[in-house]
């Protein structure tokens, strides 16, 4: 060990000369730190949820808020002006009452506007191998700040 240490440097944790490169250097960065982009004034920042049946209603209701809250949902730091919540078969009661629970909570300042659909799903038969389509209902949301949900 002391003829490594003559060196000026000790053995690193695998067996490699150290020669300090762990120190703390001194005097100012090598470049100094970068700002944030400004916010675009692009289009409105739009979410989608997809609502389950699984999924706890409060805690959905609860990240529904977050996102339509002040400062939440946009990774530029703006609000979400748009919400679209999708429920498909067995969720679409629970997607239903979602986006009134969140219009009761924003005491009418949500507007909202449903559009309903089928989705055909391959289902696959046992003995035959041959597959068999099958329609299930869905449902979508959109969740609005301003008037025209358009």
Known sequence: MGFYRSLGGSMGPYGALD????????????????????PSSGPAPIADVFVTSRTDFRAQLRRCQRLLGAGGG????????ELRLHGLGLAVPRTINLALQLQAAAHGALW?????????????????????GRHNSAI???VCREAPCA
Do not use: D, K, W
């Open 112 to 132: 909202l506007h449903a559009s309903t659909s089928s989705v055909e799903e391959e289902e696959e038969e046992e003995e035959g191998g041959a597959h068999r």
């Open 74 to 81: 946009s990774a530029m730091g703006r609000p979400t002006t």
């Open 140 to 142: 979508h949301i959109r």
């Open 19 to 38: 020669r300090g490169y762990g120190r703390r250097r001194r005097g100012p960065a090598p470049h100094p730190p970068s700002l944030p982009p400004p």
